[in-house]
């Protein structure tokens, strides 16, 4: 089940750029915790196409470069 979602760009300086009114796009997915890997998945897609979605479980180490398209899935059991 899912506990915690991270995308890579909630780690952005406040020196990084705005995009443009209207042109903001999501940055977490509350409403997939408790769901499967499949089903937040295809959330996160439908709201975020081009998203590299990765599943790792909790305390796992991950890098920490900036990608802008990188959803990070964090679970606390993999099924």
């Known amino acids: 089940l899912?506990?915690?979602l991270q995308l890579t760009e909630s780690r952005m300086s406040c020196a990084a750029p705005?995009?443009?009114a209207g042109e903001e796009k999501k940055t977490s997915w509350p409403e997939v915790v408790g769901k499967s890997?499949?089903?937040?998945?295809?959330?996160?897609?439908k709201d975020m196409p081009n998203?590299?979605?990765d599943v790792l479980p909790a305390g796992s180490a991950?890098?920490?470069d900036f990608r802008t398209n990188r959803v990070r899935?964090?679970?606390d059991t993999v099924a």
Request: negative net charge; contains cysteine.
């Open 51 to 53: 998203a590299d979605i």
């Open 18 to 20: 705005k995009a443009p």
């Open 37 to 45: 890997i499949e089903e937040a998945k295809e959330i996160i897609l």
């Open 62 to 64: 991950m890098t920490l």
């Open 73 to 75: 899935i964090i679970v």
């Open 2 to 4: 899912i506990n915690c």
